[in-house]
């Protein structure tokens, strides 16, 4: 943004171009300060609510994990009840599925 033509220059006093660009600058600074204030404010905005949305996910992974911990807990015990019950057919069981898994992952 020219406000001085190449020929007005001859003309005008150096003080008032001086002062022009004292009072532009000024002009300047305080465009500059409203922007900053509103990148800080917009930056601090944000990271609150990465920080609120950090600690929503992390209830719900604590309470998620409480809830497969006792499925966990229940089908463990279900498993041990069955084996205990059971022994023989559980480990003929499990031993198929050695030799299938065996012969599968063998093959060329």
Do not use: C, W
Not at 47 to 63: F, K, M, S, T
């Amino acid at each position: 943004m020219a406000l001085f033509s190449r020929h007005n220059t001859k003309h005008v006093d150096p003080a008032d171009m001086l002062d022009n660009l004292s009072s532009q600058i000024a002009l300047l600074r305080k465009e500059l300060d409203a922007v900053r204030a509103a990148v800080s404010h917009y930056g601090g905005d944000t990271l609150g609510d990465v920080q609120h949305n950090a600690l929503a996910l992390a209830r719900e992974v604590r309470q998620g994990g409480k809830l497969v911990a006792r499925n966990i807990s229940r089908q463990a015990s279900v498993a041990g009840k069955v084996v205990h019950d059971h022994p023989v057919p559980v480990v003929v069981a499990l031993g198929t599925i050695a030799l299938l898994s065996t012969l599968i992952f063998t093959r060329d």
